[in-house]
């Protein structure tokens, strides 16, 4: 289903924000930039100041988009706990841009972009698979996603932090300065509604092997060195089953390449979409 969503530009206010009108909301989508057109997907549990170090050295040369996903601080749409609700919200900010659009997608925001591509899109003209992964939960991961919805209602989001910052980061990074506490900060602001929507969602979300050698467009795969979600190795295989695909491994990153190694992942994506965005170039 689609949504009614109108885009009103605010391009002239300081924080370069789009209001966003969905379901008889107003969403501040935050943009920077000019150029082709960038949509970055955020993953769980965070926001789209994640991808803020990225967007920012992307922005030099093209005009980047980073929504919150709903339920987030930013955004007061209601989280209802599917992957397909969220794709359904990514896929009206599509039908409002007026060019060919890169999409950027993080982990859980990778599962939302397969959707997205299941269904077909056709303003998305490239794709770029962050740290995600194509196979759906096994019993085993789904049952830690109901320990996880427990852990969230009997303890809070501060419990989720703890238990996802090990996953998230590498060792190396978590030594970094305060780099572990950013990361904290952004978890701890979420709300646990908008996490056990997270939660339910990628529980349940379909299997989306079958669909990658269907996927027609030109598409890059990042992944960690020491990614313990999305693994090299399963990476890989994503990429060998997506025509055309090629994969660049972060050296030394986990799973939260855009934060640990903004610098390599914005080079890798910035690269990749200026070609895949402009095939004369
Ligand atoms: C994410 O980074 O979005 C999630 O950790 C992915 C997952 O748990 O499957």
Redesign the pocket.
Known sequence: MRFRAIFKSRRNLSSRSVLFEYEGCSVDVRQAGDGPLLLLIH??PLDGAMWSSVARKLATRFRVLKPDLPGRTGNPIRATGTIGSYADFIASILDRLDAPVGLAA???GGYISLEIMRRGHPKVSALALVDT?AVADDEAARAKRDQSIATLRAQGVAAIADAMLP??ISPESASKGDFAERVRRIILRQTPLALESDLTA?RDRPDSTTLLPHIAVPTLVITGERDV?STVAESQAMANAIPGATLVVIPGSG?LTPMENPSAVAQALGDFFEKALNPKS
């Open positions: 993953g769980y993080f982990s859980m992964r996953l998230l990628m979600i799973h």
